[in-house]
């Protein structure tokens, strides 16, 4: 199957219903250009479910496709400007899940590379990087820990997130996981201080709920960004939470 024409196939659809939207094309591209312009990326203009709409239509093609075509289309897919076509990039890698492996983990730290905002950043976490951490825990430790220490946003975004929601409630990795936090507390973008923070929120549960909550005591001492400890403590109520508000700067 020819990757290139299914793609442009995809963007087809994917503009015809953009289109759709508007009364012409011409008021679509004007839109999508103003877009462009303030947020420094474009989009289609079409909610999530319109976007899963298309993905059915064309998963049996996918599912047609070769491990190297699933993850060829996938790059292409994770390269352009259009945040909303990373859908398709990731529902061809959640297909290919059988067949990753840590002996083709240059995959992942290619196409991780290629992200550049928050939402395709936290799918790719949730969806691809945490299945396999559950097949492989030590080899994807390693991977996050590189992509911890890395200049890449949304990298260092990666090796957080990578530890909530499911992973986070499980709590089988808050000592790795304090590990990288600790690693990125003094870091100046906000969406990587958010990410700390909700990695210790979700990991702040059951046995290790002592452990983390000292650590954003002890954060707080130092005099970390509240952006990170506020977050952490979302869930606390009363006089819990009052008790870590009550640690100040050590002077």
């Known amino acids: 199957m020819d990757i290139e024409r299914l793609y442009n196939s995809i963007k087809s659809e994917l503009e015809i219903a953009a289109i759709n939207k508007f009364e012409s094309k011409k008021d679509y591209l004007n839109w999508n250009q103003k877009f462009y312009e303030k947020y420094g990326y474009k989009t289609y203009g079409l909610k999530v479910p319109e976007i899963d709409d298309i993905i059915k239509k064309f998963l049996n093609k996918f599912k047609e496709l070769s491990f190297k075509q699933r993850i060829d289309l996938s790059r292409i897919f994770y390269k352009p400007e259009y945040i909303s076509q990373t859908n398709f990039g990731l529902k061809l890698l959640e297909l290919s899940l059988l067949e990753l492996s840590f002996q083709n983990f240059e995959i992942l730290d290619e196409i991780c590379g290629y992200l550049t905002h928050w939402g395709p950043t936290d799918s790719f976490s949730l969806y691809i990087m945490q299945p396999l951490l559950r097949k492989y825990p030590t080899e994807v430790k390693n991977i996050l820990e590189k992509w911890n220490n890395s200049d890449h946003t949304w990298k260092k975004r990666v090796s957080v997130v990578t530890f909530t929601r499911k992973i986070g409630a499980e709590g089988r990795h ?4 304090l590990k990288l936090c600790d690693n990125l507390k003094w870091d100046k973008e906000d969406l990587i201080r958010k990410a700390v923070g909700w990695a210790l929120k979700d990991n702040m549960v059951g046995k290790n709920k002592e452990n983390v909550l000292n650590y954003v005591k002890n954060l707080r001492e130092k005099g970390v960004s509240s952006t ?24």
């Open 228 to 251: 990170i400890t506020l977050y952490a403590i979302r869930n606390l109520k009363g006089r819990e939470r009052e008790e870590v508000l009550k640690f100040k700067p050590i002077k």
């Open 174 to 177: 808050v000592d790795f996981l």
